[in-house]
Nanobody
Framework: QVQLVESGGGSVQAGGSLRLSCAAS????????MGWFRQAPGKEREGVAA????????VYADSVKGRFTISQDNAKNTLYLQMNRLKPEDTAMYYC?????????????????WGQGTQVTVSS
């Protein structure tokens, strides 16, 4: 049973930084997709960044390129999202997702495993 637990959310002012963590357990595949998604009230869940854990290649949504960085610590089975220069429009619940294979890694329907989410609030 795959389990994902996010942490690191909080409230910051615009221009500030936060680092989200996602601790993963129960995965038996040697390589899989992991991604960060966010969902604001009344909006669909959108992909922010994703990584292929085997090769380390990454993909980002245009809205966060140059500001957010996704990374992994294989020894700790932990995924990170470093978020810099945060904007009020980054305010959302952030979720970690995992899947054995994904063809469109920023598409939430590609993922079957999700964490409970962590709230990020950016004030102006």
């Amino acid at each position: 049973q795959v389990q994902l637990v996010e942490s690191g959310g909080g409230s910051v002012q615009a221009g500030g930084s936060l680092r989200l963590s996602c601790a993963a357990s129960g995965y038996t595949d040697s390589s899989y997709c992991m991604g960060w998604f966010r969902q604001a009230p009344g909006k669909e869940r959108e992909g922010v960044a994703a990584i292929y854990t085997g090769g380390g290649s990454t993909v980002y949504a245009d809205s966060v390129k140059g500001r957010f960085t996704i990374s992994q610590d294989n020894a700790k089975n932990t995924l990170y999202l470093q978020m810099n220069r945060l904007k009020p429009e980054d305010t959302a619940m952030y979720y970690c997702g995992a899947e054995a294979e994904c063809w469109a890694p920023l598409l939430f329907s590609e993922y079957n495993y999700w964490g409970q989410g962590t709230q990020v609030t950016v004030s102006s």
